[in-house]
Protein backbone atom coordinates (compact mmCIF):
# COMPACT_ATOMS: atom_id res chain seq x y z
CA UNK A 1 0.00 0.00 0.00
CA UNK A 2 0.99 3.02 -1.13
CA UNK A 3 -0.51 5.75 1.56
CA UNK A 4 -0.36 8.66 -0.77
CA UNK A 5 -2.80 10.66 -0.54
CA UNK A 6 -5.30 11.75 -2.68
CA UNK A 7 -8.13 14.84 -2.52
CA UNK A 8 -11.19 14.45 -3.89
CA UNK A 9 -13.25 17.67 -4.13
CA UNK A 10 -17.28 17.28 -4.11
CA UNK A 11 -18.61 19.72 -5.87
CA UNK A 12 -21.98 21.36 -4.72
CA UNK A 13 -22.95 18.10 -2.81
CA UNK A 14 -26.02 19.74 -1.34
CA UNK A 15 -27.52 21.16 -4.25
CA UNK A 16 -26.16 18.68 -6.89
CA UNK A 17 -27.00 15.27 -6.02
CA UNK A 18 -29.92 13.19 -7.22
CA UNK A 19 -30.49 9.83 -8.61
CA UNK A 20 -27.16 8.86 -6.67
CA UNK A 21 -25.03 11.09 -7.49
CA UNK A 22 -23.28 10.58 -4.22
CA UNK A 23 -22.53 7.28 -5.40
CA UNK A 24 -19.84 8.82 -7.68
CA UNK A 25 -17.79 9.82 -4.48
CA UNK A 26 -18.26 6.77 -2.81
CA UNK A 27 -17.18 4.66 -6.25
CA UNK A 28 -13.88 6.59 -6.18
CA UNK A 29 -13.02 6.68 -3.06
CA UNK A 30 -13.31 2.80 -2.91
CA UNK A 31 -11.36 2.36 -5.82
CA UNK A 32 -8.56 5.40 -4.82
CA UNK A 33 -8.28 2.66 -1.59
CA UNK A 34 -8.19 -0.43 -3.78
CA UNK A 35 -5.29 1.05 -5.43
CA UNK A 36 -3.35 1.91 -2.22
CA UNK A 37 -3.90 5.63 -1.95
CA UNK A 38 -5.65 7.42 1.39
CA UNK A 39 -8.49 9.53 -0.22
CA UNK A 40 -9.49 12.69 1.49
CA UNK A 41 -12.76 13.91 0.77
CA UNK A 42 -13.80 17.52 1.10
CA UNK A 43 -17.02 18.72 0.36
CA UNK A 44 -17.13 22.72 -1.46
CA UNK A 45 -20.94 24.19 -1.41
CA UNK A 46 -22.09 28.15 -2.72
CA UNK A 47 -19.21 30.20 -0.45
CA UNK A 48 -16.95 27.28 0.69
CA UNK A 49 -13.30 27.98 -0.46
CA UNK A 50 -11.86 25.41 -2.69
CA UNK A 51 -8.40 23.52 -1.10
CA UNK A 52 -5.23 24.48 -1.88
CA UNK A 53 -4.51 20.81 -3.06
CA UNK A 54 -6.54 19.29 -5.71
CA UNK A 55 -6.26 15.81 -7.22
CA UNK A 56 -9.94 14.80 -8.40
CA UNK A 57 -13.01 17.02 -8.74
CA UNK A 58 -16.54 15.46 -9.14
CA UNK A 59 -19.86 16.98 -9.09
CA UNK A 60 -23.65 16.03 -9.58
CA UNK A 61 -27.11 17.08 -11.28
CA UNK A 62 -29.51 18.69 -9.50
CA UNK A 63 -32.66 20.62 -9.84
CA UNK A 64 -33.30 23.74 -12.36
CA UNK A 65 -33.89 25.38 -9.09
CA UNK A 66 -30.58 24.60 -7.26
CA UNK A 67 -28.43 25.11 -10.34
CA UNK A 68 -29.66 29.22 -10.57
CA UNK A 69 -27.45 29.21 -6.99
CA UNK A 70 -24.56 27.16 -8.14
CA UNK A 71 -24.12 29.14 -11.42
CA UNK A 72 -23.85 32.02 -9.69
CA UNK A 73 -21.08 30.64 -7.03
CA UNK A 74 -19.61 28.80 -9.98
CA UNK A 75 -18.80 32.18 -11.66
CA UNK A 76 -17.29 33.94 -9.06
CA UNK A 77 -14.88 30.75 -9.03
CA UNK A 78 -15.17 30.47 -12.79
CA UNK A 79 -10.80 31.46 -12.99
CA UNK A 80 -9.87 28.76 -10.59
CA UNK A 81 -11.58 26.24 -11.90
CA UNK A 82 -10.58 26.93 -15.65
CA UNK A 83 -6.84 26.87 -13.89
CA UNK A 84 -7.47 23.43 -12.26
CA UNK A 85 -8.92 22.21 -15.71
CA UNK A 86 -6.02 23.82 -17.85
CA UNK A 87 -3.77 22.35 -15.30
CA UNK A 88 -4.68 18.85 -16.08
CA UNK A 89 -6.90 18.15 -12.80
CA UNK A 90 -9.54 14.99 -13.66
CA UNK A 91 -12.73 16.11 -13.44
CA UNK A 92 -16.26 14.43 -13.70
CA UNK A 93 -19.08 16.72 -14.14
CA UNK A 94 -22.72 14.99 -14.07
CA UNK A 95 -26.09 16.60 -15.65
CA UNK A 96 -26.74 19.79 -14.34
CA UNK A 97 -23.07 20.29 -13.58
CA UNK A 98 -22.20 18.82 -17.05
CA UNK A 99 -24.50 21.55 -18.81
CA UNK A 100 -22.70 24.67 -16.23
CA UNK A 101 -18.91 23.45 -17.19
CA UNK A 102 -20.35 24.52 -20.93
CA UNK A 103 -20.65 27.39 -21.94
CA UNK A 104 -24.72 27.99 -21.18
CA UNK A 105 -27.62 26.63 -20.42
CA UNK A 106 -30.70 27.97 -21.35
CA UNK A 107 -34.05 26.66 -18.92
CA UNK A 108 -37.56 25.99 -21.07
CA UNK A 109 -38.77 28.71 -19.59
CA UNK A 110 -36.21 31.02 -21.56
CA UNK A 111 -34.03 31.73 -18.49
CA UNK A 112 -30.44 31.68 -19.22
CA UNK A 113 -27.87 30.27 -16.99
CA UNK A 114 -23.96 31.10 -18.11
CA UNK A 115 -21.68 28.08 -17.46
CA UNK A 116 -17.84 28.66 -17.09
CA UNK A 117 -16.98 27.30 -20.09
CA UNK A 118 -14.50 24.37 -19.54
CA UNK A 119 -16.27 22.30 -22.05
CA UNK A 120 -17.19 23.48 -25.29
CA UNK A 121 -21.15 22.97 -24.65
CA UNK A 122 -24.74 24.60 -24.73
CA UNK A 123 -27.40 23.17 -23.52
CA UNK A 124 -31.15 24.27 -24.21
CA UNK A 125 -33.94 22.82 -22.17
CA UNK A 126 -36.65 21.05 -23.34
CA UNK A 127 -40.17 19.11 -22.57
CA UNK A 128 -39.37 15.83 -23.56
CA UNK A 129 -37.69 14.06 -20.86
CA UNK A 130 -34.56 11.66 -21.72
CA UNK A 131 -35.12 8.41 -19.50
CA UNK A 132 -33.65 4.93 -19.07
CA UNK A 133 -30.76 3.12 -18.79
CA UNK A 134 -28.12 3.88 -21.51
CA UNK A 135 -25.34 2.16 -22.93
CA UNK A 136 -21.86 3.67 -24.72
CA UNK A 137 -19.05 2.70 -26.40
CA UNK A 138 -15.93 4.25 -26.29
CA UNK A 139 -12.21 3.60 -27.66
CA UNK A 140 -11.07 4.68 -24.04
CA UNK A 141 -13.07 2.90 -21.49
CA UNK A 142 -15.11 0.58 -23.59
CA UNK A 143 -18.49 -0.31 -22.58
CA UNK A 144 -20.13 2.57 -20.56
CA UNK A 145 -23.21 1.50 -18.41
CA UNK A 146 -25.51 4.29 -16.68
CA UNK A 147 -28.95 5.99 -16.33
CA UNK A 148 -29.70 9.27 -17.79
CA UNK A 149 -32.66 11.68 -17.08
CA UNK A 150 -32.69 14.91 -18.27
CA UNK A 151 -34.75 16.84 -20.98
CA UNK A 152 -31.37 19.05 -21.92
CA UNK A 153 -30.12 18.62 -25.49
CA UNK A 154 -26.83 19.40 -25.10
CA UNK A 155 -24.85 20.66 -28.48
CA UNK A 156 -21.11 20.47 -28.71
CA UNK A 157 -18.55 22.49 -30.37
CA UNK A 158 -15.30 21.83 -31.57
CA UNK A 159 -13.45 22.46 -28.70
CA UNK A 160 -15.08 19.12 -27.04
CA UNK A 161 -14.96 15.48 -28.04
CA UNK A 162 -18.62 13.26 -27.15
CA UNK A 163 -17.31 10.64 -24.44
CA UNK A 164 -18.86 7.99 -26.21
CA UNK A 165 -21.47 6.76 -29.00
CA UNK A 166 -24.76 6.00 -27.94
CA UNK A 167 -25.82 2.34 -28.53
CA UNK A 168 -28.76 2.04 -26.18
CA UNK A 169 -30.68 5.59 -24.93
CA UNK A 170 -31.20 8.71 -26.22
CA UNK A 171 -27.49 11.02 -24.99
CA UNK A 172 -26.73 14.15 -25.43
CA UNK A 173 -30.08 14.45 -27.22
CA UNK A 174 -32.70 12.88 -28.86
CA UNK A 175 -30.65 12.27 -32.31
CA UNK A 176 -26.77 13.30 -31.30
CA UNK A 177 -26.17 9.69 -31.55
CA UNK A 178 -23.57 10.53 -28.96
CA UNK A 179 -23.52 11.36 -25.10
CA UNK A 180 -21.58 13.50 -22.74
CA UNK A 181 -17.81 15.20 -23.66
CA UNK A 182 -14.87 15.57 -22.91
CA UNK A 183 -12.12 18.61 -23.18
CA UNK A 184 -8.29 17.08 -21.50
CA UNK A 185 -8.81 15.46 -18.36
CA UNK A 186 -12.63 17.01 -17.74
CA UNK A 187 -15.73 14.47 -18.35
CA UNK A 188 -19.32 15.76 -18.86
CA UNK A 189 -21.86 13.25 -19.04
CA UNK A 190 -25.48 12.80 -18.47
CA UNK A 191 -24.98 9.44 -17.00
CA UNK A 192 -26.52 8.95 -13.39
CA UNK A 193 -26.64 5.46 -11.97
CA UNK A 194 -24.08 6.23 -10.38
CA UNK A 195 -21.89 5.85 -12.90
CA UNK A 196 -18.52 5.38 -11.30
CA UNK A 197 -19.64 2.52 -9.47
CA UNK A 198 -20.51 0.04 -12.15
CA UNK A 199 -17.36 2.08 -14.73
CA UNK A 200 -14.55 1.61 -12.75
CA UNK A 201 -12.42 2.37 -16.14
CA UNK A 202 -13.52 6.02 -15.56
CA UNK A 203 -12.78 5.70 -11.58
CA UNK A 204 -9.06 4.47 -12.69
CA UNK A 205 -8.93 7.18 -15.45
CA UNK A 206 -9.73 10.19 -12.82
CA UNK A 207 -7.14 8.14 -9.88
CA UNK A 208 -4.57 7.63 -12.95
CA UNK A 209 -4.49 10.96 -14.11
CA UNK A 210 -4.67 12.59 -10.42
CA UNK A 211 -1.29 9.80 -9.56
CA UNK A 212 0.96 10.91 -12.63
CA UNK A 213 0.33 14.81 -12.40
CA UNK A 214 0.76 14.60 -8.21
CA UNK A 215 3.45 12.03 -7.92
CA UNK A 216 4.65 11.19 -11.09
CA UNK A 217 3.46 7.75 -11.55
CA UNK A 218 0.43 5.20 -11.25
CA UNK A 219 0.81 1.73 -10.70
CA UNK A 220 -2.83 0.14 -10.66
CA UNK A 221 -4.00 -2.83 -7.85
CA UNK A 222 -7.32 -2.95 -8.12
CA UNK A 223 -8.75 -5.67 -9.91
CA UNK A 224 -11.94 -6.41 -11.54
CA UNK A 225 -15.21 -7.49 -9.56
CA UNK A 226 -17.88 -10.19 -9.79
CA UNK A 227 -20.70 -7.70 -8.17
CA UNK A 228 -19.68 -4.64 -10.92
CA UNK A 229 -19.96 -7.00 -13.57
CA UNK A 230 -22.92 -8.63 -12.65
CA UNK A 231 -24.33 -5.06 -12.01
CA UNK A 232 -23.38 -3.97 -15.67
CA UNK A 233 -25.39 -6.68 -17.30
CA UNK A 234 -28.56 -6.40 -14.77
CA UNK A 235 -28.64 -2.61 -16.44
CA UNK A 236 -28.20 -3.84 -19.78
CA UNK A 237 -31.15 -5.95 -19.62
CA UNK A 238 -33.61 -3.74 -18.02
CA UNK A 239 -35.90 -1.86 -20.30
CA UNK A 240 -36.08 1.64 -20.64
Partial sequence: MTNQELTIVSLYPRDMNIYGDRGNVLGLTRRAEAHGFAPRVVEVNPGDPLPSDIDIVVGGGGQDSGQ?????????????????????????????????????????????????????????????????NIVLETEEFGEIVGYENHSGSTHLGP???????????????????????????????????????????????????????RYGSFTPRAGESETVRRARESSKRRPR
Fill in 68 to 132: GRVARDLAVRADEIRALASDGVPMLMICGLYQLFGHRFVTYTGEELTGIGVLDVETLGGTERMIG
Fill in 159 to 213: GSRPLGRVVQGAGNAPDAGVEGARTANVIGSYLHGSLLPKNPAISDFLIGEAARR
